[in-house]
């Protein structure tokens, strides 16, 4: 994952205090995270999750993600806690990674869809983490927006979206990674990764395998006596669960989701020349989002240049997203990004926005 733009957001005491206090009381803060904007709820009050559910509008089976302030507070949420865990934690958080466990007792029904698994992770945005600490417990937190619609970037996004539905939204500014956190299932015997974000398939294997290759070295380093202790702590480094065919249900990870309301179409660059043409003989208006220049026709009626760095193009996503939304086109035109590892995060939302 390349370095995520810096945030320099002054962090009043108050205001995190205030919304601290908001969520205790069992009410919904909106607050910022590298990724995108979090609609916060106590996730021990089963009454504070049904209002996020209702708010935004959410199934009641799809789970929301725990959003933490230490590694020590994982043993309260989680039943086990793998040493491929641990070995992610330390690389990637505070971060844009998300670790689905097996969840302990203390985990609602509410918040794990019913399964028996829950997604974990600490933000690294410095308002995130204020807040976090001052709460002192774990906060349910999906996407600050209506259910399988455009996620927030800004502060001004959740506010118009949401309004008063709303008590407090922290304003953070724009969100540095700009898109919603990779999510790894830990919960099984093989990890796996249920969502892409910006951390690639790659960067993870690499903290597996020497993960593993440290644990190797710790085993030949005991005595012979403690070769079936040792079988034993290989299968907790994997869940313990046998049962590798049982996918959990994620956060982000339906066919249609982070959608506009209007409809948006994927065009390779080979034939996104062609998509404009067709729009013009149909007479009908389009916007475009694309890495291209400008192409002149008569039906563009705006045109948003992304970027060719992965890291800019996702910070850009969703905003430039929600601009085009609004434009008054029949539909959005966006060239299709590349099918590389720096960039199946991207593509994965824009192939999801497309079946909404």
Request: some cysteine.
């Amino acid at each position: 994952m390349r370095d995520q733009a810096p945030v320099k957001t002054a962090i009043n005491a108050e205001e995190i205090k205030s919304a601290s206090t908001l969520l205790k009381a069992g009410q919904l803060v909106a607050f910022p995270t590298e990724t995108v904007y979090g609609l916060g709820c106590d996730a021990a009050n089963v009454e504070a999750l049904a209002r996020l559910y209702r708010v935004k509008g959410r199934p009641g089976n799809h789970p929301v993600i725990v959003h933490l302030a230490s590694v020590e507070q994982l043993k309260d949420w989680a039943k086990t806690v793998p040493p491929e865990a641990l070995a992610l934690a330390k690389k990637f958080w505070p971060g844009p990674m998300t670790l689905i466990l097996k969840k302990s007792d203390k985990v609602l029904p509410e918040v794990s869809g019913g399964q028996d698994t829950v997604g974990l992770r600490i933000p690294s945005h410095p308002v995130a983490l204020a807040l976090l600490k001052e709460f002192n417990s774990g906060v349910a937190a999906p996407s600050a927006n209506k259910h399988g619609r455009i996620s927030p970037t800004t502060a001004e996004h959740v506010k118009s979206e949401l309004g008063d539905l709303v008590a407090k939204v922290l304003d953070g500014g724009n969100c540095s990674v700009g898109i919603e956190s990779t999510i790894v299932d830990l919960s099984s015997e093989k990890p796996r990764i249920l969502r892409p974000g910006m951390i690639t398939l790659q960067e993870i294997e690499n903290v597996l395998k020497e993960a593993r290759e440290e644990a190797k070295d710790d085993s030949k380093r005991k005595a012979k006596s403690a070769k079936s202790k040792q079988s034993k702590s290989a299968d907790s480094q994997t869940g313990g669960d046998s049962n590798s065919t049982v996918v959990p249900r994620a956060p982000g990870t339906l066919s249609s989701h982070y959608a506009p309301t209007t409809d948006l179409k994927l065009f390779t660059h080979a034939n996104l020349p062609r998509a404009i043409a067709t729009s013009e003989s149909l007479m009908m208006k389009v916007s475009v989002m694309a890495f291209s220049d400008p192409i002149k026709a008569t039906s563009v009626i705006a045109w948003k240049q992304m970027s060719e760095d992965p890291a800019e193009c996702a910070r850009q996503l969703y905003a430039f997203m929600r601009e085009l939304d609004t434009s008054g086109a029949d539909y959005i035109v966006v060239e299709e990004p590349p099918e590389l590892p720096e960039w199946m995060g991207i593509l994965d939302r824009l192939r999801r926005a497309a079946n909404g």
